[in-house]
């Protein structure tokens, strides 16, 4: 039991850590790993340049991205983000992170861990959660419309510090700096 508590608060870290994530995204073609850090579940993160030089990230334009993760043996984790972005600000982004294993315990704790998640963002509109569970995986799907939502709302919710929202607007480049730590790459759409 005391193993399963361990777990449960390292996969909760590591989510909340993936949730700020998403509130901004950038990415190109071009990869070239600068470091590697551990952080302080033992889980060792290698830091990516995912944009060239010649990205405009104060252009406009859509960007598909994918965070490679392991979280253990038997069990596959798959994030992908789809941020749309103008003039350098984000407008929309699309996460949807899917967990997949045979094992029904670790489904439970992803789960689990996902709807305490969630719950933190309940009544703040224009930040949409959805969680799917079938068989083998569980999906956890979050959309924010940043070009509607109550900025305010959401940094007293997560915090103005390590957020991508600068003079009221959240911004790209402050996403692809994050998303860069996590290993993130992408490409324009």
Do not use: H, P
Not at 26 to 53: A, H, L, R, Y
Not at 134 to 156: F, G, H, P, Q
Request: net charge negative; proline share 0%.
């Amino acid at each position: 039991m005391k193993k399963m508590k361990i777990l449960l608060k390292k996969i909760s870290l590591f989510l909340i850590v993936f949730c700020l994530i998403l509130v901004s995204t950038g990415c190109s073609e071009e990869k070239k790993t600068e470091s590697s850090d551990t952080d302080v579940t033992g889980t060792t993160t290698v830091k990516q340049t995912i944009v060239d030089d010649s990205f405009d990230k104060n252009g406009t334009g859509m960007l598909k991205c994918n965070t490679k993760a392991e979280a253990g043996d038997g069990i596959d984790v798959d994030l992908n983000y789809s941020v749309k972005y103008k003039n350098g600000n984000i407008l929309e982004l699309i996460s949807i992170q899917k967990v997949t294993s045979d094992n029904q315990d670790s489904l439970d704790l992803y789960e689990n861990a996902y709807k305490n998640i969630a719950k933190n963002y309940d009544g703040l509109n224009y930040y949409d959660k959805n969680i799917v569970r079938d068989s083998n995986s569980v999906t956890y799907t979050i959309t924010i419309n940043y070009d509607k939502i109550d900025l305010k709302e959401l940094l007293a919710i997560e915090g103005a510090e390590d957020n991508i929202v600068k003079s009221g607007k959240a911004k790209l480049s402050l996403w692809l700096e994050l998303a860069g730590k996590m290993g993130t790459t992408c490409e324009e759409v």
